[in-house]
């Protein structure tokens, strides 16, 4: 993905599990641009696009674009304006 500012978290999703599909979220250090360990989120209901959450973050895809956000602060946009990249 690639978000504002030029941010790009690697998500990998693992649907291997059909009850407990999930989104393994990278996010790299800016300054070493290490990768830290990743935030496993699992899919949830949802009305409206793709939502996966592990109660802290909420991963929320719609049409083409994605946010992070907090899970109990949905206006708390970590990263927005996220657009899939294909490599």
């Excluded at 291997?16 to 949830?44: C, G, Q, W």
């Amino acid at each position: 993905y690639n978000c504002a500012d030029n941010f790009k978290p690697e998500v990998v999703y693992d649907n291997r599990n059909p009850e407990k599909p999930t989104a393994a979220f990278f996010i790299s250090d800016m300054l070493t641009e290490a990768k830290i360990d990743p935030y496993v989120l699992t899919l949830m209901p949802s009305a409206s696009g793709v939502k996966y959450t592990d109660g802290k973050y909420l991963w929320w895809i719609q049409d083409n674009q994605a946010v992070l956000t907090d899970a109990s602060d949905l206006e708390n946009r970590l990263l927005s304006d996220c657009i899939e990249i294909e490599e």
